[in-house]
């Protein structure tokens, strides 16, 4: 939550390169914690609000699937 939570500071002040970076990550963890407890439904629903931002930041800056490749394995 600490990321989204930075991605959403970085936003405001137009920092959409950190915001993505940011997100990137709180999107990767989501995922890695959704694998091991699917029914964790707090998680999901963050990981949903992830994707929902990181969308919000695509449409804000250009494409994303670049940076998505790069920044996540």
Same mark, same amino acid.
């Not at 939550?1 to 997100?23: G, I, P, S």
């Not at 949903?48 to 994303?64: D, M, P």
């Given at each position: 939550?600490?990321?989204?939570?930075?991605?959403?500071? *970085?936003?405001?002040? =137009?920092?959409?390169?950190?915001?993505?970076?940011?997100?990137?990550?709180? @999107?990767?963890?989501?995922?890695? =914690?959704?694998?091991?407890?699917?029914?964790?439904?707090? =998680?999901?629903? =963050?990981?949903? @609000? *992830?994707?929902?931002?990181?969308?919000?930041?695509?449409?804000?800056?250009?494409? @994303?699937?670049?940076?998505?490749?790069?920044?996540?394995?």
């Amino acid at each position: 939550m600490y990321l989204y939570d930075r991605a959403l500071a *970085y936003l405001a002040l =137009n920092e959409q390169v950190k915001a993505q970076t940011d997100l990137a990550l709180a @999107i990767k963890l989501a995922k890695q =914690n959704y694998e091991k407890d699917t029914k964790d439904w707090r =998680n999901a629903f =963050n990981l949903a @609000i *992830y994707y929902l931002a990181a969308q919000y930041t695509q449409q804000q800056s250009g494409s @994303i699937a670049m940076f998505y490749l790069k920044v996540l394995p």
